[in-house]
């Protein structure tokens, strides 16, 4: 095996054993988060009254979505000691962790039929089982702002928990059952989107979610790679930003026989988010499995079928782990967690 950059993949794109150690290395090691006291509820009250987004407001939406990204890229061409960034840290102490971002692609190459695989999408309908209260997204915030020509603006994202319920109040989504709710995961699948479990703390202000429940909130978005604010925001970040966007235990695995160094999954506008991709001295692709966050936005760029979606490292038991051990997130979503 020469050139590559995981013990655990051969030049074939086999994978070897799953590799603990790098699932171990994604434990970042947060201290544990803690909802703002609502003191005299001041701030809760112009996000309930003042700041929220709703059906009627829904053009703002976009347009705060467009001005986000393009001051991202200034953020990272200007440095994260902005002023804009030294404001946010006071808003937001807690600031080293802003957010936390599980990436579950949900078209995934099992290679081994004879071991029983627990795989993203099963995992996220599992973890639906657990969750008291589920509302989806009647649109999708990101295809809707860059008017999206390639998937449908209508599979909108999953708001799991008790703070979940604000964007049914703001007339932007509806209760969904947990049947609903899998159905819209298994539409998403056959779209060809991405799946990410997302905490962003800075939304509370998007949605007006109160700052005693922040720990009662959790997205499960359907992403695609031309229109996501997520994947956006990754590339423009730092590498300190980027290290939290993490995989589930599955990442884009290549294979060294089937490339033919065309460059196609590293060219173009909207490529790996993460920088996990080069080009070696044989003029083939490389996976840093490290950086490898298992989009497939490189999978689906590859028309050579040379980069498999696959486990490489064991899966956590379920969401509500993966956000307790890699981000300190306790996240609250029904009586046995996420």
């Not at 020469?2 to 794109?13: F, H, L, P, T």
């Not at 603990?20 to 509820?41: A, H, I, S, T, W």
């Not at 994202?157 to 298994?186: M, N, P, S």
């Not at 909207?270 to 083939?284: F, Q, R, T, W, Y």
Request: with cysteine.
């Amino acid at each position: 095996m020469s050139d590559i950059q995981s013990k655990n993949i051969d030049n074939e794109g086999n994978v070897l054993f799953l590799d603990q150690e790098l699932l171990d290395r994604k434990e970042v090691g947060f201290p544990p988060y803690k909802n703002r006291p609502n003191g005299l509820g001041i701030y809760n009250w112009i996000l309930k009254n003042v700041l929220y987004m709703s059906k009627k407001r829904w053009p703002l939406a976009l347009k705060l979505y467009r001005a986000f990204v393009k001051y991202s890229v200034w953020m990272k061409e200007g440095g994260w000691k902005s002023r804009l960034y030294k404001t946010a840290i006071k808003l937001y102490p807690d600031m080293e962790r802003p957010t936390g971002t599980i990436v579950m692609p949900l078209n995934v190459d099992i290679t081994d039929e004879s071991r029983k695989t627990v795989i993203p999408l099963h995992m996220i309908r599992e973890s639906l089982k657990k969750v008291d209260y589920i509302a989806g997204m009647d649109r999708c915030l990101c295809r809707d702002a860059n008017d999206c020509k390639e998937f449908p603006h209508d599979l909108g994202c999953l708001f799991l928990g008790e703070a979940a319920k604000i964007v049914v109040k703001h007339q932007l989504g509806r209760q969904l059952t947990y049947e609903e709710a899998c159905a819209r995961v298994d539409e998403a699948a056959r779209a060809g989107l991405m799946g990410q479990a997302v905490w962003i703390e800075v939304e509370q202000m998007l949605w007006g979610v109160p700052s005693d429940l922040m720990d009662h909130f959790l997205e499960i978005c359907f992403c695609c790679p031309c229109c996501c604010i997520t994947m956006r925001l990754a590339r423009n970040a730092t590498e300190k930003e980027r290290h939290r966007f993490h995989p589930a235990g599955w990442t884009a695995v290549p294979n060294l026989s089937k490339c033919t160094g065309c460059k196609a999954c590293i060219n173009g506008q909207n490529g790996c988010p993460v920088e996990a991709l080069s080009i070696g001295e044989d003029n083939k692709i490389r996976i840093d499995q490290e950086r490898c966050v298992g989009c497939g936005i490189c999978r689906s760029r590859c028309a050579h079928d040379a980069i498999s979606i696959k486990q490489t490292m064991p899966m956590r038991e379920d969401l509500h782990e993966y956000f307790l051990k890699d981000y300190g997130l306790d996240i609250k979503l029904g009586g046995d967690g996420a």
